[in-house]
């Protein structure tokens, strides 16, 4: 039977097709990646500058609205936003008091009240960017750092430029990401945002409470045997193990995935000569790698916390900056 | 009370109970359809042409959330009887999963109150199978009977202890009402807010597997055998569950199954981006299987449609996926829903009418609706090629709905119950 469908219009685009919010990469095009990467490229040098500040965003007002703890994103997007000359209101709303009433469109109207041009929105359950997206329409913009286990644009651009900048371009490179991919929205992310860019080989590996067969419907080589896994691969992303987000526990122990899965020194020899490890952090040491490669030449990841700073500009300055 | 004597001329006449489709007269006089033949027509008061209309029985709905008692934001029994009448049903069975729960013979006895004060449509009440639906221990079934229930329920709620639901079942059998069972394991559906598989897992949604509903099927279907009650599964999902259903009835067994008209219209897929108005529960499947619906439909394997109707009001809107409650509450388009099945080809228009009205009023032991002369005037005079182009709900507080737009046909232009007018469209 055919059943007419709604036309389902992406959300993050205005009538016109211009992306008026960035709430995942999904449906991005190339181009509009490349763009991005390429102006976060031009603000890495700003911050070797005595004076770390151009006007770019001068008098506009940004909100970061997390309802989920980050240091790393939040500290980012704050400082972006500053070095763009913009103003920035905090708002850490802990999740005990999301419950005592007030629903996050409310406190959005209020805030918008306030005449803000923007939100950067963190919030512990999937869709919550996509909601208020749909709310705030072209009142204001809306950028989101991490809902539930959907999506972090910001976080696999930032993983997209690091690989482009240090390792080579994406479309000749073999990404394989370890550990919890079921439930992150990093992985999730990053899986897209490879594919858009044409990397020939993303490969997932972890046990398959983690990394279940189903996944192959985003685009992914699913791997449970870590020698298969890894044999050819320039990048290697490990995820954090998120205990917190796992209702019921899906690993007997950690020591045990480190055992099977965890990246040492030996499984790296595996890998293409030259390969190099990413992390999202906060990394949990001896679990996902040993400190010995994390402190390493190999890793880049505090290259990524580096150029996370230069690609929320970028993301910044394209959302605002285009308008009014 | 029991209207006009009407005589309507020349109209499609659908009797699914009887098989019959033809072209003839009707009369509606003393709340009972009467003989064309023989009814003196000097008595009649209002004639009505039936040219490029059709008459069926009105239907009846076996699961309907009202939300009386309860809040008044997201509809009571005002509000949804009028949303039940427009979309051409006579007849519904309230759901007990009401604030609070119908579990007691006093919710029972208010509900009947507002039902007789509203007086609109007929009304069955349900009583909670287990107290508060929490599958622990049983309500006062009896003195339930004794209030009016006309079946046990557990509405959107499993029973996750298997003695208990045998000990529920065996004590049920005795008083002789269908019970409504929903059959889920729990721990394996775990906080899954849609179907498990690829939609679920580009967005980062806990997922409700399929085999949840099939595991718990098999379970009650086992302990039900047993037991001497009669079960009626009231929105199954999954087209495995049904097959089970139908070999259990193959083997003798009574029982009997729904599907919700949305589990046949759409699919997980349509949840887009977040899109709560497709949030139900049992969530909506993957395509494969709403098509192995569609045969399961076309196979006589459903023996009722139902419109699950499950109001939410407009305080819910700003929720998350997560957040925002189950349930679909679009009851007044279910004529344009039902015909689009036959458009469809899905099944024809005597076997997708007898599912709204033989089917149901089989499950719950009602009279068969039927068009011949004697029986109660209870029926739907509808227009099966007006364009009808849903958007916002009329009549129920049901703020969402995810058919807005559809081009659907199929208009319900009278429906009458007792013979008295009760739906009339501008």
């Known amino acids: 039977m055919k059943t007419w469908r709604m036309g389902s219009g ?237 209702d019921v526990q899906p690993l007997p122990s950690l020591e045990e995935y480190h055992r099977r899965f965890g990246l040492t020194p030996e499984r790296i020899r595996l890998a293409a000569p030259g390969a190099v490890i990413l992390h999202p952090g906060p990394m949990n040491r001896g679990v996902e790698l040993t400190s010995e490669l994390a402190d390493g030449p190999q890793a880049l990841i505090l290259d990524q916390v580096t150029h996370g700073l230069a690609l929320r500009m970028a993301v910044l300055a394209r959302l605002a900056g285009g308008s009014g | 009370m029991e209207g006009l004597a009407r005589y309507i001329r020349g109209i499609r006449i659908l009797d699914p109970a009887h098989g019959r489709d033809e072209l003839g007269d009707l009369v509606l006089a003393q709340g009972c359809i009467q003989d064309p033949q023989t009814f003196p027509l000097d008595q009649i008061q209002e004639e009505l042409d039936g040219k490029g209309l059709f008459a069926c029985p009105a239907f009846i709905e076996t699961s309907f959330q009202a939300h009386t008692p309860g809040h008044g934001r997201d509809g009571d029994l005002g509000s949804e009887l ?108 775990a906080h899954g807010v849609m179907d498990e598989g690829p939609t679920s897992l580009r967005l980062g949604l806990a997922g409700r597997p399929m085999a949840a509903e099939e595991i718990g099927v098999e379970r009650d279907l086992r302990i039900a055998a047993n037991s001497g009650a009669r079960i009626h599964f009231p929105h199954l999902s999954s087209a495995a569950a049904i097959a089970r259903v139908a070999a259990a009835r193959h083997r003798g067994q009574a029982v009997s199954c729904a599907v919700s008209l949305h589990h046949l219209l759409l699919q997980d897929h349509d949840v887009g981006y977040f899109q709560t108005a497709f949030k139900t529960l049992p969530p909506l499947r993957s395509q494969t299987n709403r098509e192995a619906l569609l045969r399961a439909l076309a196979n006589g394997a459903i023996q009722a449609l139902t419109s699950a109707h499950t109001p939410w009001g407009r305080d819910w809107k700003g929720m998350t996926f997560a957040q925002a409650p189950f349930g679909i509450g679009t009851i007044e388009w279910t004529i344009p829903l039902a015909l689009r099945l036959v458009q469809e080809g899905v099944a024809d228009l005597l076997t997708v009418l007898g599912l709204l009205t033989v089917g149901p009023a089989r499950i719950l032991g009602l009279a068969v609706p039927d068009l011949r002369p004697g029986s109660p005037a209870d029926l739907c005079i509808i227009d099966p090629d007006a364009a009808v182009i849903p958007a916002s709900n009329r009549w129920s507080r049901a703020y969402q709905n995810p058919y807005v737009g559809w081009p659907l046909q199929g208009q319900l232009r009278y429906l009458f119950v007792d013979g008295r007018l009760v739906y009339l469209h501008p």
């Open chain 2, 82 to 189: 009028r949303a039940a009448a427009a979309g051409g049903f006579a007849q519904v069975l309230l759901r007990p999963d009401t604030n609070p729960v119908a579990d007691h013979p006093g919710v029972l006895w208010e509900q009947r109150r507002l039902a007789d004060q509203e007086g609109l449509l007929r009304v069955h009440l349900s009583a909670a199978l287990t107290h508060a639906l929490a599958g622990e221990s049983l309500s006062e079934l009896g003195r339930l009977v004794d209030a009016g229930a006309r079946a046990f329920s557990q509405a959107l709620q499993g029973i996750p202890n298997s003695r208990i639901l045998r000990l529920a079942l065996e004590y049920a059998a005795d008083l002789r009402l269908p019970v409504f069972l929903f059959p889920e394991d729990s721990t394996l559906a």
């Open chain 1, 10 to 246: 992406d959300p993050q685009r205005n009538a016109q097709g211009r992306l008026c919010h960035l709430l995942t990469l999904e449906g991005l095009r190339d181009v509009e990646i490349i763009e991005l990467l390429d102006t976060a490229a031009s603000f890495l040098d700003l911050g070797s500058r005595t004076v770390k500040k151009i006007p770019l965003l001068r008098g506009r007002t940004i909100v970061n609205l997390f309802y989920e703890n980050s240091t790393r994103t939040r500290s980012t997007f704050e400082l972006a936003a500053k070095r763009l000359s913009a103003d920035v209101l905090n708002m850490a709303i802990a999740s005990s008091s999301v419950n005592k009433g007030e629903t996050l469109l409310d406190t959005v109207d209020n805030l918008l009240a306030m005449q803000v041009d923007g939100f950067i929105l963190r919030h512990s359950e999937a869709g919550a960017a996509h909601l208020l997206a749909r709310h705030l329409g072209e009142q204001a913009w809306v950028v989101n750092a991490g809902d539930g286990q959907h999506a972090h644009p910001t976080q696999a651009l930032l993983d997209l430029f690091t690989i482009r900048h240090l390792v080579g371009p994406i479309h000749e490179r073999v990404v394989l990401i370890l550990g919890d991919v079921l439930h992150s929205r990093v992985a999730r992310s990053l899986i897209q945002g490879l594919s858009i860019l044409g990397c020939p080989q993303i490969r997932v590996l972890g046990p398959r409470t983690l990394v279940p067969p189903e996944l192959v419907h985003l685009g992914v080589h699913v791997f449970q045997d870590d020698r298969a896994a890894l044999e050819g691969v320039d990048v290697l992303y490990a995820l954090r193990m998120q205990k917190e987000r796992m």
